[in-house]
């Protein structure tokens, strides 16, 4: 259960100012999901909760503990690209993790600690729509099937705090609705708080319980370089969301249920013959 | 048809393949025949029959005097200096290289020497190996060491800063330590690279064993080749080039066999 207290974070290139002012406190559990124009800093203040970035002013605290100054094993990351390593077929990418959390020297485990991990990699595999993959080295996956399997892998190590680099940005709408429905399910079933920059408001209003968007308040050319972006909107959706709780939203989709043909626009009748138009 | 969209099948690629080794072949024999209708005992382009004859010798009749078979000791001891250079700039740039392109510290203290070293002409420094080192074995593999080792090392470096910084911080949220990151990330993703840069090195590697086996050696293919030049026979000089040409073209499929073998994610077509 993390929660996470942003207290007048400012973040600073140079003369640049990205970020300017942003307090915010994020409740245990959230789904939060960060929209705004390209270059408005959301990837940079995902960055900052990665420790990926520091913050040139302001704090950032996650539970009570100021956030360590490099990425860790309690914040998990799914980017757009480059999120699963290449040179790993899909089961080894999900046991990469603990592997190299059990072993500091090797990285690897044999015998039955492998055999035991193996098997939880598997079973995951399975939850996230990878089963039969295992053996597939990611360049063989499609671009779904990749975010699946990094999905995978960052829940491996039971992250608190799962950060979402627009992670569905580059797939196809179809895909999309499956990928959204496990994201879903995930999130109820994983005990996580969520962080997710996308700039599909669809997205950010289909999968989160609040909805923040950044944005630069000064908009003038000379401004654009000393004036940061801020937060502009907050919004909690309402009904409320919750999570491991059917809510409105799940009504009409049972959990674990990800089958979406069934909300598909059937086929109309045949259309006219169109030779005869011409 | 536009010339560009024409692809040959593939008994029309083998055919246009061996057109060139054919062209080479049937020009050297014409020539070879020319000269020696004007002149019998000319010795620059000897017949076939005539290097048939030198290889019967060097391959498989036992050396008057010292009752070895002078193209397979020569192969030995070539293959010998040739490979310990090669495994010893490998390691060289796997350590170095990796450690360079992994640790943002180590590339400031080493990068700027390593981009300099390599500028050095190794072939300049060769007197320096021979006073130092001796005539014996350890100057001519310190000479491929010195040639090979740095653009290795450097190419190495380059791969792995390349990677993703993703998959860096990617594996830092999977709990590695800097060491695992190098170790589990970092170095597997290197190796084809690794592998690839060796092949190319191949050709300066056999220029260094070759310049140093011609200046002072006992032995080698590189030895044989400038001791016989003093004879003018191009009928030992022939078979010698071809026979090295063969050698580097089997290292260079072997090795890319083994790169096929061991990393087959790392394929171009992304096939396993």
Redesign the interface.
């Known amino acids: 259960m993390t929660a996470l207290t942003i207290q007048n974070l400012w973040k600073e290139y140079g003369p640049q100012v990205v970020l300017e002012s942003v307090s915010l406190t994020i409740a245990p559990r959230a789904f939060v999901a960060l929209v705004g124009p390209s270059g408005c800093g959301k990837t940079t203040f995902l960055r900052m909760l ?1 420790g ?1 970035e520091q913050p040139t002013r302001g704090t950032i605290v996650m539970d009570g503990a100021p956030l360590p100054r ?4 309690d ?3 799914v ?1 757009q ?3 699963v ?3 790993l077929t899909a089961l080894q990418n999900v046991m ?2 603990p592997e ?2 059990a072993a ?2 090797a ?2 485990l044999w015998g039955k600690a492998r055999k035991g991990l193996a098997d939880d990699a598997a079973t995951l595999l399975h939850e996230v729509g990878l089963a039969g993959a295992e053996d ?2 990611p ?2 996956l499609s671009g779904g099937m990749q975010q699946r399997l990094a999905l995978a ?2 829940l491996m ?1 039971r ?1 608190k705090l799962l950060l979402l680099d627009e992670p569905f940005g580059a797939l196809d709408p179809g895909i999309r609705a499956e990928i959204h429905a496990l994201m879903r399910r995930l999130w109820h079933e994983h005990p996580m708080t969520v962080v997710m920059v996308t700039h599909d408001m669809r997205e950010a209003f289909a999968l989160a319980t609040r909805v923040i968007a950044f944005d630069r308040p000064r908009q003038r050319p000379e401004e654009r370089e000393r004036y940061g972006a801020t937060i502009t909107n907050d919004i909690a959706l309402w009904p409320p969301r919750v999570a491991g709780r059917q809510t409105i939203y799940d009504a009409d989709i049972p959990a674990g249920d990800e089958d979406l043909s069934r909300f598909a626009i059937q086929p109309g009748p045949p259309r006219p013959d169109q030779g005869a138009l011409r | 048809m536009r010339l560009i969209n024409l692809t040959p099948g593939k008994g029309g690629r083998l055919l246009l393949g061996a057109l060139p080794f054919v062209v080479l072949a049937l020009a050297y024999l014409v020539g070879s025949a020319l000269r020696l209708a004007d002149n019998p005992g000319d010795k620059l382009l000897p017949s076939l029959g005539a290097m048939g004859r030198m290889i019967e010798v060097m391959a498989f009749t036992p050396d008057k005097r010292t009752g070895a078979y002078l193209l397979w000791t020569d192969t030995a001891a070539s293959l010998f200096r040739l490979w310990s250079g090669l495994a010893i700039a490998t390691v060289i740039a796997l350590v170095i290289g990796l450690l360079n392109g992994v640790l943002p510290v180590m590339r400031a203290l080493l990068a700027p020497f390593v981009a300099f070293l390599s500028m050095v002409p190794p072939l300049a420094l060769l007197p320096v190996l021979f006073i130092v080192l001796g005539l014996g074995e350890v100057s001519k593999i310190a000479l491929i060491v010195i040639g090979v080792a740095p653009i290795l090392t450097r190419d190495l470096a380059l791969t792995a800063a390349a990677l993703p910084r993703e998959q860096i911080v990617k594996a830092e949220t999977l709990s590695a330590s800097s060491w695992l990151i190098a170790w589990r990330v970092v170095l597997p993703q290197v190796m084809p690279r690794l592998i690839d840069s060796l092949r190319l090195q191949l050709g300066p590697a056999f220029l260094f064993l070759i310049a140093a086996e011609a200046i002072s050696a006992e032995g080698g293919l590189g030895y044989r080749i400038f001791l016989v030049r003093r004879y003018l026979s191009m009928d030992i000089i022939f078979p010698y080039v071809v026979w090295i040409t063969v050698l580097a073209v089997a290292m260079d499929l072997a090795l890319r066999l083994l790169r096929r073998r061991l990393y087959p994610w790392a394929e171009p077509e992304g096939r396993a």
Not at chain 1, 70 to 73: A, K, Y
């Open positions: 990665l990926q490099e990425p860790g094993p914040r998990g990351v980017y690209r480059y999120s390593f290449p040179h990469i993790g190299m959390r500091r020297l990285g690897r597939k080295f360049a063989q892998q960052t190590m992250p």
